[in-house]
C-alpha cells in the first residue's frame, strides 16, 4: 500500500534508496541464516543511507559526498586501466585477472582500513538502535550492508575497464560477466575481511577496549597495506609462468585474488579438480566470510560502541590547570586571548577528537610507510656509482598538512560551536591562526620528523642533507597547497559525509600528481649538482617561510549556522 | 529609573511563510529578572538567538546595554552571558581548558580566567573535576560549567534558558540565590523556562509569549490581578489555551488502544 503523500519520505523518491532494498530482499535468506532481522536491518540502513543522501542545507555543502565518492570510483578506475592495459597487451588472463583484482583488493583495503572502518563504529544511528529491540549482530549487519553500498559502486568503476578492453581478447561473456563477478567477490571479500577483523576485536578485546583496538588495527592495516602493495606486484610473474612465484605455489593458488582465476579457467572448460577447488572457493569464501564475521558479532556491539573512545578517559596525565609544555609554549607566542584560545583548544583537541584521531592517523599511517618504503635504498646491480633517489619517497609526506587541515574541521561535537558564535571574536583570522599553528606544530610537524628520523636511521645514518631537503620541500608544498583550501576554524563541522568539501578533495587529489610531476623531478634535478642542491634548499627555505605566513593569513570559511 | 540593559521593539522574524515572532516589545531593566515563557514553538528561542546575534531579524529593534547584536555583535556579545538549553560542548575538552577557552575568546587573561572559575566551581563543588573530560560529566555537572561559562567575564546581561536543567535539589536552590544576588548588582536577567512555579517565585516581571507576540505582561500578582488562575500554570494555560492535558491524554489512549 503507497504511504500517504505526507508521509512520504526521501527514501521513496531515491532510486539508489530502493535497489538497495531489492538488494537486501534478494539477500534475505542468506541474512536469516546468519542470524539477522531482515525487517530491521532494513530499517537501519535505510536510516543511513537517508542521512547520507539528505544534503544538510542548513550546513552548507550537501555535495561533497557524492563528489568524494565520484573522485574514489575515477582513482579506482584509473587503476582498471592499467590492469585492463597489462593483460590485453600480455594476452594474459591470469595477469588479466590476478593484477585487476589485486590492485582492487589492494586500493580497497586500503581505503576501507584507513577510511571507511569508520563506518563500522561511528555514532550516527545509536540513540536510534540503542534502547529499542534490536539484536547487536543486526546492527552490526546494517553497517557493514551500508559498507557494501559503497564497495558495490566502486567495484563498477574498477571492472569498468578490464572488463571493456578484456572483451577485445578474452571473450565477451567472459570479460562483461566473469570479470565484474570476480570484482564483485573480491570487494565482499574485503569488506569480510574488515568486518571479521572487528568482529574478532570485539570478542578478543570487549566492549571496553573495542574503540581502541579497533583503531589500531586500522592504523596496522592501513601501514601494512603499502607492503601488500608491493608483494602483489613482485609476487605477480610476468615472465611466461601463469601462476606467483613457483616456490610459493601451493600455497598462494589458493589465495586471493589468485584463486579466482580458477573460476576463469572453469568457464573455458578446464574443469580439473583444482580449478573447481579454487572456482568454489572465490565464489564461496566472500559468503563464508561474511556469515562468519555476522555470527561472531552477537554481543556487545551496540556497548562496545557505546564505550569510552580511543582518546581515553578522563583527564588522564592532566590535573587542574596545569598544560603540556607545548601548550604552554604555543600560548606564549600567540599574539593576544583570541590566538591563544585557538591554539590552546586546537591543541587540546587535536589528539582526543574521535573524528580527527581516526581519519587522520591511520591515513598518516599509511602515507608514511609507502614514504619509508620508497625512501629505503635501492640494491644498486651494475651500477653502484649511480645516485641513490630514494629519498624522494618522504615527498609522499606533503600530503599530510592538505590532509589535516581538511579533517580537522570536523568534530562529532561540532554543535559546541555555538560558543563561537557567542563569543565577542574581532577577528576570525586570529583564532584559526592559533588552531592552524597547533595543528602544524603538534600535528603534522613531529610526524613528518619522525618519518626522517626513521628513515635516516634505516639508511644507517646516510644523507642526512637530503633527507631534510626533502623533507623541507615536503612541507613547504604542503603548506603551499593548503593555502588552496577552503578552511574552517577547526572542529567546527559536523562530521558527514555530506560536509565533505569537493574543492579541498580535488586539491589533495591535484596534490598527488603534483608530488609525481613536479616535486619529484625538483628535488632529483637540484641534487644532481652541489650549487643547484644549495640554490633549491634555499629556494624551499623561502617557499616554506612563505608558505607558513600565508597560511597565517587565511581568513577562515563563516561559521556555518547551527543545526 | 534605572536604564533598560535588553531593548526589544517591534521585532519579527519570519522562516519562510511561518511567522515566530511578530512584533514583540520587551525591555529588562537593570536589577531586573524577567520570565519569558510560552508554549513550544512560540518564539522563545528565537528571541534569545536574536538577542545573542546567533540569527538575523527580519524587522524591529534590539538592544543589549545599548548595543545592536545585529550591527555591533562585538560589544554586545562582550556584555552578554549565556547559558543555553542545551548543552552542547567539546567532550574532549576538559573543564579547565574548556574554560581557559571561554574566558580567552571573551579577551581574558589565563590569571583572570582561573582566579573567577575557581571561585565558581568550589561554589558549584567542581574544583575536584577541573582535569576531567567534559564527557565524563553528568548533566548537572555540565549545566553548573555553562554557568561558570557564562558569569567568567562578569556579563552585564544574563541569559539563562533552562539553567535549572539536571540540577539536584541543592544545586538549583543555589542557582536560584545566585541569579536573585547577580540582579540585585545591577544585572538584568531573562530567565526562560517552562518550570512554572520557579518563574512564579523567582522572577520579578513575567513575559508570556503566544503566537509570535507577548500576550501578557506583568508582575506575578498583576497578572494574577488581572486574569483568572491562581497559579502561573493557570494564568498560562488560561491565556495560550492550553487545557490541563486530562481530557487529551485519555484521548490518546484510547486511540492507541491500550488494554
Same mark, same amino acid.
Given at each position: 500500500?503507497?504511504?500517504?503523500?505526507?508521509?512520504?519520505?526521501?527514501?521513496?523518491?531515491?532510486?539508489?534508496?530502493?535497489?538497495?532494498?531489492?538488494?537486501?530482499?534478494?539477500?534475505?535468506?542468506?541474512?536469516?541464516?546468519?542470524?539477522?532481522?531482515?525487517?530491521?536491518?532494513?530499517?537501519?540502513?535505510?536510516?543511513?543511507?537517508?542521512?547520507?543522501?539528505?544534503?544538510?542545507?542548513?550546513?552548507?555543502?550537501?555535495?561533497?559526498?557524492?563528489?568524494?565518492?565520484?573522485?574514489?570510483?575515477? $582513482?579506482?578506475?584509473?587503476?582498471? @586501466?592499467?590492469?585492463?592495459?597489462?593483460?590485453?597487451?600480455?594476452?594474459?588472463?591470469?595477469?588479466?585477472?590476478?593484477?585487476?583484482?589485486?590492485?582492487?583488493?589492494?586500493?580497497?583495503?586500503?581505503?576501507?582500513?584507513?577510511?571507511?572502518?569508520?563506518?563500522?563504529?561511528?555514532?550516527?544511528?545509536?540513540?536510534?538502535?540503542?534502547?529499542?529491540?534490536?539484536?547487536?549482530?543486526?546492527?552490526?549487519?546494517?553497517?557493514?550492508?551500508?559498507?557494501?553500498?559503497?564497495?558495490?559502486?566502486?567495484?563498477?568503476?574498477?571492472?569498468?575497464?578490464?572488463?571493456?578492453?578484456?572483451?577485445?581478447?578474452?571473450?565477451?561473456?567472459?570479460?562483461?560477466?566473469?570479470?565484474?563477478?570476480?570484482?564483485?567477490?573480491?570487494?565482499?571479500?574485503?569488506?569480510?575481511?574488515?568486518?571479521?577483523?572487528?568482529?574478532?576485536?570485539?570478542?578478543?578485546?570487549?566492549?571496553?577496549?573495542?574503540?581502541?583496538?579497533?583503531?589500531?588495527?586500522?592504523?596496522?592495516?592501513?601501514?601494512?597495506?603499502?607492503?601488500?602493495?608491493?608483494?602483489?606486484?613482485?609476487?605477480?610473474?610476468?615472465?611466461?609462468?601463469?601462476?606467483?612465484?613457483?616456490?610459493?605455489?601451493?600455497?598462494?593458488?589458493?589465495?586471493?585474488?589468485?584463486?579466482?582465476?580458477?573460476?576463469?579457467?572453469?568457464?573455458?572448460?578446464?574443469?580439473?579438480?583444482?580449478?573447481?577447488?579454487?572456482?568454489?572457493?572465490?565464489?564461496?569464501?566472500?559468503?563464508?566470510?561474511?556469515?562468519?564475521?555476522?555470527?561472531?558479532?552477537?554481543?556487545?556491539?551496540?556497548?562496545?560502541?557505546?564505550?569510552?573512545?580511543?582518546?581515553?578517559?578522563?583527564?588522564?596525565?592532566?590535573?587542574?590547570?596545569?598544560?603540556?609544555?607545548?601548550?604552554?609554549?604555543?600560548?606564549?607566542?600567540?599574539?593576544?586571548?583570541?590566538?591563544?584560545?585557538?591554539?590552546?583548544?586546537?591543541?587540546?583537541?587535536?589528539?582526543?577528537?574521535?573524528?580527527?584521531?581516526?581519519?587522520?592517523?591511520?591515513?598518516?599511517?599509511?602515507?608514511?610507510?609507502?614514504?619509508?618504503?620508497?625512501?629505503?635504498?635501492?640494491?644498486?646491480?651494475?651500477?653502484?656509482?649511480?645516485?641513490?633517489?630514494?629519498?624522494?619517497?618522504?615527498?609522499?609526506?606533503?600530503?599530510?598538512?592538505?590532509?589535516?587541515?581538511?579533517?580537522?574541521?570536523?568534530?562529532?561535537?561540532?554543535?559546541?560551536?555555538? @560558543?563561537?558564535?557567542?563569543?565577542? @571574536?574581532?577577528?576570525?583570522?586570529?583564532?584559526?591562526?592559533?588552531?592552524?599553528?597547533?595543528?602544524?606544530?603538534?600535528?603534522?610537524?613531529?610526524?613528518?620528523?619522525?618519518?626522517?628520523?626513521?628513515?635516516?636511521?634505516?639508511?644507517?645514518?646516510?644523507?642526512?642533507?637530503?633527507?631534510?631537503?626533502?623533507?623541507?620541500?615536503?612541507?613547504?608544498?604542503?603548506?603551499?597547497?593548503?593555502?588552496?583550501?577552503?578552511?574552517?576554524?577547526?572542529?567546527?563541522?559536523?562530521?558527514?559525509?555530506?560536509?565533505?568539501?569537493?574543492?579541498?578533495?580535488?586539491?589533495?587529489?591535484?596534490?598527488?600528481?603534483?608530488?609525481?610531476?613536479?616535486?619529484?623531478?625538483?628535488?632529483?634535478?637540484?641534487?644532481?649538482?652541489?650549487?643547484?642542491?644549495? $640554490?633549491?634548499?634555499?629556494?624551499?627555505?623561502?617557499?616554506?617561510?612563505?608558505?607558513?605566513?600565508?597560511?597565517?593569513?587565511?581568513?577562515?570559511?563563516?561559521?556555518?549556522?547551527?543545526? | 529609573?534605572?536604564?533598560?540593559?535588553?531593548?526589544?521593539?517591534?521585532?519579527?522574524?519570519?522562516?519562510?511563510?511561518?511567522?515566530?515572532?511578530?512584533?514583540?516589545?520587551?525591555?529588562?531593566?537593570?536589577?531586573?529578572?524577567?520570565?519569558?515563557?510560552?508554549?513550544?514553538?512560540?518564539?522563545?528561542?528565537?528571541?534569545?538567538?536574536i538577542l545573542i546575534g546567533l540569527l538575523a531579524r527580519d524587522a524591529g529593534e534590539v538592544g543589549l546595554c545599548g548595543f545592536d547584536p545585529g550591527r555591533e555583535p562585538l560589544e554586545a556579545k562582550a556584555r552578554l552571558g549565556y547559558v543555553p538549553e542545551t548543552a552542547l560542548l567539546y567532550e574532549s575538552l576538559t573543564v579547565a581548558e574548556h574554560?581557559?577557552?571561554?574566558?580567552? /575568546?571573551?579577551?581574558?587573561?589565563?590569571?583572570?580566567?582561573?582566579?573567577?572559575?575557581?571561585?565558581?566551581?568550589?561554589?558549584?563543588?567542581?574544583?575536584?573535576?577541573?582535569?576531567?573530560?567534559?564527557?565524563?560529566?553528568?548533566?548537572?555537572?555540565?549545566?553548573?560549567?555553562?554557568?561558570?561559562?557564562?558569569?567568567?567575564?562578569?556579563?552585564?546581561?544574563?541569559?539563562?534558558?533552562?539553567?535549572?536543567?539536571?540540577?539536584?535539589?541543592?544545586?538549583?536552590?543555589?542557582?536560584?540565590?545566585?541569579?536573585?544576588?547577580?540582579?540585585?548588582?545591577?544585572?538584568?536577567? /531573562?530567565?526562560?523556562?517552562?518550570?512554572?512555579?520557579?518563574?512564579?517565585?523567582?522572577?520579578?516581571?513575567?513575559?508570556?509569549?503566544?503566537?509570535?507576540?507577548?500576550?501578557?505582561?506583568?508582575?506575578?500578582?498583576?497578572?494574577?490581578?488581572?486574569?483568572?488562575?491562581?497559579?502561573?500554570?493557570?494564568?498560562?494555560?488560561? /491565556?495560550?489555551?492550553?487545557?490541563?492535558?486530562?481530557?487529551?491524554?485519555?484521548? /490518546?489512549?484510547?486511540?492507541?488502544?491500550?488494554?
Amino acid at each position: 500500500m503507497k504511504a500517504p503523500r505526507t508521509w512520504r519520505t526521501r527514501a521513496d523518491a531515491s532510486l539508489l534508496i530502493r535497489c538497495v532494498m531489492r538488494a537486501v530482499d534478494a539477500l534475505a535468506p542468506f541474512l536469516r541464516a546468519a542470524g539477522v532481522d531482515v525487517a530491521r536491518v532494513k530499517v537501519l540502513l535505510e536510516t543511513r543511507l537517508l542521512l547520507d543522501l539528505n544534503p544538510l542545507a542548513r550546513d552548507g555543502g550537501g555535495m561533497g559526498f557524492a563528489i568524494g565518492i565520484v573522485l574514489s570510483m575515477l $582513482a579506482f578506475s584509473m587503476l582498471g @586501466i592499467i590492469a585492463g592495459v597489462i593483460g590485453l597487451t600480455m594476452k594474459r588472463a591470469d595477469v588479466w585477472i590476478g593484477l585487476g583484482q589485486g590492485l582492487h583488493l589492494f586500493q580497497l583495503g586500503m581505503l576501507l582500513f584507513a577510511q571507511h572502518g569508520a563506518l563500522l563504529v561511528d555514532r550516527t544511528d545509536l540513540a536510534l538502535a540503542a534502547p529499542r529491540p534490536v539484536s547487536e549482530r543486526t546492527v552490526f549487519a546494517a553497517r557493514l550492508l551500508h559498507l557494501s553500498v559503497y564497495v558495490v559502486l566502486l567495484s563498477c568503476a574498477s571492472a569498468f575497464f578490464p572488463s571493456v578492453l578484456g572483451a577485445f581478447e578474452f571473450g565477451a561473456l567472459r570479460a562483461l560477466v566473469l570479470y565484474p563477478l570476480l570484482t564483485l567477490c573480491s570487494s565482499l571479500l574485503a569488506v569480510g575481511a574488515l568486518g571479521l577483523a572487528f568482529a574478532l576485536a570485539l570478542r578478543a578485546f570487549g566492549p571496553q577496549r573495542f574503540q581502541r583496538a579497533t583503531f589500531w588495527l586500522q592504523i596496522l592495516a592501513a601501514s601494512a597495506a603499502p607492503f601488500f602493495g608491493i608483494a602483489v606486484s613482485r609476487g605477480m610473474s610476468f615472465g611466461g609462468d601463469a601462476l606467483p612465484a613457483r616456490a610459493l605455489e601451493p600455497l598462494l593458488w589458493l589465495a586471493p585474488p589468485w584463486h579466482q582465476i580458477g573460476l576463469y579457467e572453469c568457464t573455458r572448460g578446464a574443469l580439473d579438480a583444482q580449478h573447481l577447488a579454487r572456482a568454489a572457493l572465490a565464489l564461496a569464501l566472500p559468503l563464508l566470510g561474511m556469515l562468519v564475521t555476522l555470527r561472531l558479532a552477537s554481543r556487545h556491539f551496540v556497548l562496545a560502541l557505546l564505550a569510552g573512545d580511543e582518546a581515553g578517559g578522563a583527564g588522564r596525565g592532566q590535573s587542574g590547570w596545569s598544560a603540556p609544555p607545548l601548550a604552554r609554549a604555543l600560548a606564549r607566542i600567540a599574539h593576544g586571548a583570541t590566538e591563544r584560545a585557538g591554539s590552546g583548544f586546537a591543541h587540546a583537541l587535536l589528539w582526543r577528537e574521535r573524528t580527527f584521531v581516526r581519519a587522520f592517523l591511520p591515513q598518516a599511517f599509511s602515507l608514511s610507510m609507502t614514504a619509508l618504503l620508497f625512501s629505503l635504498p635501492r640494491r644498486r646491480s651494475g651500477a653502484a656509482s649511480m645516485q641513490d633517489w630514494s629519498h624522494a619517497g618522504l615527498l609522499m609526506l606533503m600530503l599530510l598538512v592538505p590532509c589535516a587541515f581538511e579533517m580537522a574541521r570536523f568534530s562529532e561535537h561540532a554543535g559546541a560551536r555555538w @560558543i563561537l558564535k557567542a563569543a565577542p @571574536i574581532r577577528e576570525a583570522k586570529q583564532l584559526l591562526r592559533g588552531n592552524l599553528r597547533a595543528l602544524l606544530v603538534a600535528g603534522v610537524a613531529p610526524a613528518m620528523l619522525a618519518m626522517g628520523a626513521l628513515v635516516w636511521l634505516v639508511r644507517g645514518g646516510d644523507g642526512a642533507l637530503e633527507i631534510g631537503y626533502a623533507l623541507l620541500l615536503a612541507f613547504a608544498a604542503g603548506l603551499q597547497l593548503a593555502t588552496r583550501l577552503d578552511v574552517d576554524l577547526l572542529f567546527t563541522v559536523q562530521a558527514n559525509p555530506n560536509a565533505a568539501n569537493w574543492k579541498n578533495s580535488g586539491v589533495i587529489f591535484g596534490g598527488m600528481l603534483l608530488v609525481i610531476f613536479v616535486l619529484a623531478p625538483f628535488l632529483i634535478a637540484t641534487c644532481l649538482h652541489p650549487l643547484a642542491e644549495a $640554490a633549491g634548499i634555499a629556494l624551499t627555505a623561502f617557499a616554506a617561510w612563505d608558505g607558513w605566513r600565508r597560511c597565517m593569513r587565511i581568513a577562515p570559511l563563516a561559521l556555518r549556522a547551527l543545526d | 529609573m534605572t536604564r533598560a540593559l535588553v531593548e526589544i521593539h517591534g521585532l519579527v522574524k519570519s522562516f519562510g511563510a511561518h511567522k515566530v515572532l511578530d512584533g514583540i516589545d520587551l525591555e529588562i531593566r537593570a536589577g531586573e529578572i524577567v520570565g519569558y515563557i510560552g508554549p513550544n514553538g512560540s518564539g522563545k528561542s528565537t528571541t534569545v538567538k536574536i538577542l545573542i546575534g546567533l540569527l538575523a531579524r527580519d524587522a524591529g529593534e534590539v538592544g543589549l546595554c545599548g548595543f545592536d547584536p545585529g550591527r555591533e555583535p562585538l560589544e554586545a556579545k562582550a556584555r552578554l552571558g549565556y547559558v543555553p538549553e542545551t548543552a552542547l560542548l567539546y567532550e574532549s575538552l576538559t573543564v579547565a581548558e574548556h574554560l581557559l577557552f571561554v574566558g580567552r /575568546l571573551h579577551g581574558l587573561a589565563d590569571e583572570v580566567i582561573r582566579e573567577r572559575a575557581d571561585a565558581c566551581l568550589e561554589t558549584f563543588e567542581l574544583s575536584g573535576r577541573l582535569g576531567a573530560r567534559i564527557g565524563t560529566l553528568s548533566k548537572g555537572m555540565r549545566q553548573k560549567l555553562l554557568l561558570t561559562s557564562a558569569l567568567l567575564h562578569q556579563p552585564s546581561v544574563v541569559i539563562l534558558d533552562e539553567p535549572l536543567s539536571g540540577l539536584d535539589v541543592g544545586s538549583a536552590l543555589l542557582v536560584k540565590e545566585l541569579v536573585r544576588e547577580l540582579a540585585a548588582r545591577g544585572r538584568a536577567i /531573562l530567565f526562560c523556562s517552562h518550570v512554572m512555579d520557579v518563574v512564579e517565585r523567582l522572577c520579578d516581571r513575567i513575559a508570556i509569549l503566544h503566537g509570535g507576540r507577548i500576550a501578557a505582561e506583568g508582575s506575578f500578582e498583576e497578572l494574577r490581578g488581572r486574569l483568572a488562575g491562581g497559579s502561573l500554570e493557570g494564568i498560562f494555560a488560561g /491565556l495560550t489555551g492550553e487545557s490541563n492535558g486530562r481530557e487529551q491524554a485519555l484521548r /490518546l489512549v484510547e486511540r492507541l488502544r491500550f488494554e
